[in-house]
């Protein structure tokens, strides 16, 4: 059993930044792992992704530039540093974990086989 807890939302004035951490417990083998975020009404997006090794990384068009996702495979912990945050970036952001047999990131959240519980960053305008 794999528990996947975020941390690092909150509310924050756009053109600001925000760091979200994901800690991982109950897997001693790093899996890849994503960032995904979703608003009322709307089907989880994805938005980075990251593979087992910290080697290879993908990001929604929506992310490139001003979002950075990185990995301490020691800490069991998976980050997403948020640069330039607009008000359209407000979402819950989930954390998810692939199967170990998949080495690197998927954009497709049926991929995943473990989730967190979400955190909540509100970016106002």
């Known amino acids: 059993q794999v528990q996947l807890v975020e941390s690092g939302g909150g509310l924050v004035q756009a053109g600001g930044s925000l760091r979200l951490s994901c800690a991982a417990s109950g897997r001693t083998v790093s899996s890849a792992m994503g960032w995904f975020r979703q608003t009322p009404g709307k089907e989880r997006e994805f938005v980075a992704g990251?593979?087992?090794?910290?080697?290879?990384?993908d990001y929604a068009n929506s992310a490139k530039g001003r979002f950075t996702i990185s990995r301490d495979n020691a800490r069991n912990t998976v980050y997403l540093q948020m640069n330039t945050l607009k008000p359209e970036d407000t979402a819950v952001y989930y954390c998810a974990a692939r199967p170990l047999q998949y080495s690197g990131p998927s954009i497709d959240p049926g991929a995943y086989d473990y989730w967190g519980q979400g955190t909540q960053v509100t970016v106002s305008s």
């Open positions: 990251i593979s087992k090794s910290g080697s290879t990384t």
